[in-house]
């Protein structure tokens, strides 16, 4: 059942700069962000937020911090319609008053729109209760070789800790560290924010023949915030 009444949240799935090369500073547009609402209602003239929005690195320290992105709506978009407000489900494309630059080439993947104050929380580490699949989807028995190098071996072992892994959560792909396994349970450390939900599925992927399989799946339980 679509949720017309919750404050909204657009997961971005594309991003991009709609300009011309050497466009006239006149007619130059904003960045333009692609996705579905995923509850509430957006409307032409909001102001929102974009995040976890610009993304840095500290290259003395090591230390990733973030700065969520504010903007205003100045056009909506479904196929070649236009539109003055936009509901749940669909993709739609979003005009808006941000610097082409930060839009271009797919580089707001992954991060929510949604009204100030009114934003998920962007995480560092998360604790997820997991399932994982009994063996590799998609993979032949003579495709994997097993660590004695002998008998061909496509059971998924368990989540070690130290152990990297490709998560999937919501749009965005990105590297999450195992640091404790439990029983039901398992805590993943992100090597960069990423802006997510109490109940938020995610997958797991592990890297095997220089190919990442997915592994098995889970729901976000609590959250560790990270800080500006």
């Known amino acids: 059942m679509r949720d017309f009444v919750s404050p909204p949240q657009m997961i971005i799935i594309r991003s991009f700069d709609v300009n011309h090369p050497g466009e006239e500073v006149e007619t130059l547009k904003g960045g333009v962000a692609g996705g579905t609402i995923l509850k509430g209602v957006l409307k032409v003239g909001d102001l ?16 990733v911090q973030w700065r969520e992105i504010e903007s205003q709506i100045v056009s909506l978009k479904a ?24 839009t271009r080439s797919d580089s707001l993947v992954g991060q929510i729109i949604g009204h100030p104050n009114n934003m998920p929380d962007v995480l560092s580490e998360i604790d997820v209760s997991y399932y994982l699949l ?39 792909s ?51 915030k990270q800080s500006h």
């Not at 196929?79 to 930060?102: E, H, R, S, W």
């Not at 190098?149 to 800790?161: D, E, H, R």
């Not at 992100?190 to 997915?214: E, H, M, Q, Y």
Request: aromatic share 4%; glycine share 10%.
């Open 48 to 63: 929102i937020q974009i995040r976890p929005g610009l993304i840095t690195k500290n290259q003395r320290t090591g230390v």
């Open 79 to 102: 196929d070649d319609n236009q539109l003055m407000y936009a509901i749940p489900g669909g993709l739609i494309g979003m005009g808006l008053k941000v610097d082409p630059f930060i």
């Open 134 to 172: 009994r063996r590799l989807l998609g993979v032949k028995a003579s495709q994997v070789i097993s660590k004695d190098g002998q008998k061909p071996n496509t059971k998924v072992s368990s989540l070690k800790p130290d152990e990297l892994l490709m998560i999937n959560v919501g749009s965005q």
């Open 174 to 224: 990105l590297a999450g560290k195992v640091i404790n396994v439990k029983k039901e349970s398992v805590r993943i450390e992100f090597t960069k924010p990423v802006c997510a939900n109490i109940g938020d599925k995610i997958a797991l992927s592990r890297r095997v023949d220089n190919n990442f399989r997915l592994i098995g799946w889970g729901e976000i339980k609590k959250c560790h």
